[in-house]
């Protein structure tokens, strides 16, 4: 081959690795390749982004990974020679927990196992979607059952309430009558105590009824312009005696200057109220309880951290869910109440706890857009505008 000939031939191949590079870079999930020693020859620029990474790429994949997890199972499974699929892993990627999908496959060529082949994909969004889809699903079926709870059994707990103060009237009148003629009426007062009981598990089981009620009614939401701040300060100060009791500390961090949003006041109140009382729950010692807000661009967050007892990975998924509760007295609507009203403000809720760690619950609202951003058209000055044609 002449000299221009093997110029050309470089050229093309050099183009050609390029494209390939571009493509590799252009797909939205993670490719990294590892030859017969398990060290890291390529990776893309979306494995990089999601994956901790060292300097080094000399040595095995599993000491280049941060992550203690990770590397583990990179090591067990490149050692061995095992497919994996599909395995899910959280890692901190540049302060934010994401999951992340992980398969390991052998990289075969000519039939000879020539290195393994890593594929990865950031799958947060998805289990999110899924998540509140099976959460919006609950709902409604809880929907259908809400006609027949008011009727079945609301109705005959405000009868029996009604009878039961009439029973305790005339138990009243009994009493003073025999009281006169005897002088006692101890076994009327033992008769009062039992009823007293009947009472209150009645008020227990209608309040029950009135939370499943409100978990699953329409909300006439008023949404009004203003500071989440004010409504923070004047909550905490509604607050301040119950956890002054549950001997709790209180510590707000606002941010100034917070835009204004728009929410209903009365619900986002009745929000913070229950995540509150799930805190105050979670501190049976006492205790401190922080309640921060901060913005950006597109959504204004609140972040309410408690350091109670935390709640075990495998119960996360399941919190927001009805009727799920680790409580003895609770009714598991609680948080199904927040998770309705914060997505009545087109928000969303999140929280990141483990067990024994406290927990950490994030409630992030929309900013309205007030300016309509718009494209630049014609020769600006931008590389990336598009040019008016002569």
Not at 141 to 152: I, K, P
Not at 176 to 193: D, H, M, Q, V, W
Request: aromatic share 6%; net charge negative.
């Amino acid at each position: 081959m002449t000299g221009e000939q093997i110029r050309d031939l470089l050229g093309s191949t050099v183009a050609e690795i390029d494209r390939l590079e571009t493509v590799l870079d252009s797909l939205a999930y993670g490719i990294l390749v590892c030859d017969t020693e398990h060290a890291l020859i390529m990776a893309n620029k979306y494995a990089r982004r999601f994956l901790p990474l060292g300097q080094d790429e000399q040595e095995p994949i599993w000491m280049m990974v941060r992550d203690e997890h990770l590397a583990d199972f990179f090591e067990s499974t490149l050692r061995t020679g095992d497919r994996a699929l599909e395995r899910e892993f959280d890692v901190e990627t540049k302060g934010k927990q994401r999951l992340l999908s992980i398969s390991v496959l052998p990289l075969v060529r000519d039939r000879q196992v020539s290195g393994s082949l890593i594929h990865l994909e950031d799958i947060t969004e998805r289990r999110g979607k899924e998540a509140r889809l099976r959460r919006m699903e609950s709902l409604a079926s809880l929907t259908t059952l809400a006609a027949g709870v008011a009727h079945e059994i609301k109705n005959p707990l405000g009868s029996l309430s009604i009878h039961i103060q009439l029973i305790q009237k005339a138990m009243k009148a009994n009493a003073e009558r025999r009281s006169k003629e005897t002088g006692s009426c101890r076994y009327f007062a033992l008769i009062n105590k039992y009823i007293e009981v009947v009472n209150e598990e009645i008020d227990r089981l209608n309040s029950i009824v009135v939370d499943f009620l409100f978990a699953v009614r329409p909300m006439n939401m008023e949404f009004r312009a203003g500071n989440i701040n004010n409504l923070i300060a004047e909550f905490a100060e509604f607050v301040s005696f119950e956890l002054a009791e549950a001997r709790i500390t209180c510590v707000l961090e606002l941010a100034p200057d917070l835009p204004c949003i728009d929410f209903d006041e009365r619900y986002m109140k009745q929000a913070l109220l229950n995540l509150v009382k799930n805190a105050i729950a979670a501190m049976p010692s006492g205790g401190a309880l922080a309640v921060k807000t901060e913005a950006d661009e597109a959504e204004l967050r609140i972040h309410i951290q408690d350091t109670g007892m935390g709640i075990p990975e495998e119960h996360l998924p399941k919190i927001f869910e009805p009727y799920f509760t680790t409580k003895e007295s609770g009714s598991g609507l609680g948080l199904t109440q927040v998770f309705k009203i914060i997505r009545e403000h087109q928000g969303e809720i999140t929280v990141k706890s483990k067990a024994g760690g406290g927990s950490c619950f994030t409630i992030a609202l929309p900013i309205p857009q007030k300016e309509q951003r718009l494209i630049p058209y014609g020769d600006t000055g931008n590389t990336g505008a598009p040019k008016r044609r002569p």
